[in-house]
């Protein structure tokens, strides 16, 4: 798999334990089990919380509103329209 070198900051306390509690042959790779374990659990939360949202009888409710409403529109967006003007 290709690799990306990247720099981080970390507070002198952190940087001094971890340098401390991990050889320098096993870094690399700790940093990158921990960064996607986040990743991972930051995507349960966030899963949680659609199925959450999508349970809730008042976001089914409002769901439901704007089924309802007719489609009316007739063109395609134009994006153009839509940024700041410069």
């Known amino acids: 798999m290709p690799a990306k070198k990247m720099t981080f900051t970390f507070p002198e306390e952190v940087a001094s334990s971890f340098v401390r509690a991990i050889g320098p042959a096993r870094r690399s790779k700790f940093v990158v089990d921990a960064v996607q374990a986040q990743l991972r659990e930051r995507d349960r939360l966030l899963m949680e919380a659609c199925i959450a949202a999508n349970n809730d009888p008042e ?15 007739t063109e395609d967006w134009d994006e153009s329209e839509l940024s700041p003007a410069r």
């Open 59 to 73: 976001t089914q409710e409002i769901e439901r509103e704007f089924a309802a409403l007719p489609d009316t529109m």
